[in-house]
């Protein structure tokens, strides 16, 4: 979990950390839409992706990336790193990933990446960017969790036939002049 030291507050978990950077700052470009139908499509699309979206590619990532660590651990070691881990579930998925997730985990998290790719799919048939017209919070969040992971991770779903209008919309964000550095 990311962690943000602002001045000794801490603020923890990315969206919450990029509301509390668009309020600590507010002399910066707004990234929320700033009225209430904005923002609740804003939320509902960060809501998406922090509940759904990124528990399903992170299980993969864990599965394909973590595991492989946490395999190479001495005995004992990897209980003692667990222990530090403050969620109980996070500390499931840990132990999850060391194991190896089952055909039917990995499965069921592919069909739920899948179905979030065809619902950004199709909200940006419909709209520039996933709360409406602007630039938001929710494309900074969808972004950093899954804009360039699922077509690197899940080459077989073919995701520039499959979403061209996701991979546009990819393409659009990188190129913003704040992603240069």
């Known amino acids: ?6 001045d000794g507050t801490i603020v923890t978990h990315s969206t919450v950390i990029n509301e509390y950077l668009e309020d600590a700052f507010p002399d910066a470009p707004p990234l ?3 009225t209430p139908a904005g923002n609740a499509r804003m939320r509902y699309w960060n809501k998406f992706v922090d509940e759904h979206v990124m ?3 992170s299980m993969h990532g864990w599965h394909r990336l973590i595991g492989v660590i946490a395999r190479k651990l001495a005995a004992g070691e990897f209980e003692q790193l667990m222990e530090r881990v403050p969620l109980p579930d996070q500390r499931r998925k840990w132990a999850a990933a060391r194991s190896g997730f089952s055909d039917a985990q990995l499965a069921d998290a592919t069909a739920k ?3 979030a790719v065809d619902k950004v799919e199709r909200q940006l048939a419909d709209n520039p960017w996933l709360a409406g017209e602007r630039f938001t919070l929710a494309d900074i969040n969808f972004y950093s969790h899954c804009g360039m992971m699922v077509e ?7 995701i520039a036939n499959r979403a ?4 546009e919309w990819r393409d659009r964000v990188t190129a913003r002049p704040a992603m240069r550095p």
């Open 1 to 6: 979990v990311p962690v943000l030291d602002h």
């Open 32 to 34: 929320r839409p700033n």
């Open 55 to 57: 528990n399903h590619v």
């Open 113 to 115: 990446i899948e179905y």
């Open 152 to 158: 690197r991770m899940f080459p077989e779903m073919e």
């Open 164 to 167: 061209p209008r996701l991979v």
